[in-house]
């Protein structure tokens, strides 16, 4: 029973174009949104992060949109980068803390 | 500048053998947090420890497994008599708090391979 779906296992995208991540989830008691990125052979990398009481978040490249009625969340990078190539895990969490839930992920590729 | 640290970064176990994983968490962070990776799969939850306490265990499987965070020293993952199907990535992460603007900030991994 998946409690957080990343329907796209992957996607390609050109350099300088945006890319849209997205993920959806099934219990409206969570609070907490995350996006994390990771490296083969390497641990996630936080980027970004969102409360229910926003709706959208900010970080350079990097915004994060949440649509609690939709229980729909998602990712955009613009411009991407090939630097950005790498899977993403959409996490999520209830009481602001404690354990994360995380989507399968989606492999993002951005060719030159 | 010290992030994470997980040790060792590859274990090799037979079955029936112990596996320990160990995690320091970041400088100044008291929330210890255990994940397992099975191949082609997301992240799962194991177990949630803050300084010598266990906060929520219930990702942990019932038998073999248990995780400490002593006062002193690393968060350990022990994992008794091995099987095959233990064979993941154990990732740990660590905050600083649970509120929401203390994300959780993961190590490298540890690989753990059953013979």
């Known amino acids: 029973d998946q409690q957080v779906k990343q329907n796209s296992p992957s996607l390609s995208v050109q350099e300088g174009r945006i890319s849209i991540l997205n993920c959806d989830y099934t219990n409206s008691m969570f609070d907490y949104f995350l996006w994390y990125k990771k490296y083969p052979a390497e641990g996630p990398t936080f980027l970004i992060s969102i409360s229910s009481i926003k709706d959208k978040n900010e970080d350079g490249r990097f915004t994060v949109f949440l649509n609690k009625s939709a229980k729909h969340l998602s990712l955009h990078i613009v411009p991407s980068q090939p630097g950005d190539s790498a899977v993403y895990f959409c996490a999520v969490s209830y009481n602001q803390g404690g354990k994360l839930i995380f989507g399968q992920g989606t492999e993002l590729s951005v060719k030159p | 500048n010290a992030g994470v640290m997980q040790n060792p970064r590859h274990l090799v176990r037979r079955r029936g053998q112990e596996a320990r994983l160990r995690c320091s968490p970041m400088?100044?962070?008291?929330?210890v947090y255990w994940y397992r990776q099975l191949p082609e799969e997301g992240l799962k939850f194991m177990v949630y420890l803050q300084k010598e306490n266990i906060i929520d265990e219930s990702g942990m499987p019932k038998e073999r497994f248990s995780a400490e965070f002593p006062k002193e020293g690393p968060s350990i993952l022990r994992i008794q008599q091995v099987v095959r199907g233990d064979s993941a990535a154990y990732f740990c992460a660590s905050s600083l708090g649970v509120n929401s603007n203390q994300p959780q900030h993961f190590g490298d991994g540890t690989r753990l391979s059953i013979l």
């Open positions: 400088k100044g962070h008291s929330h």
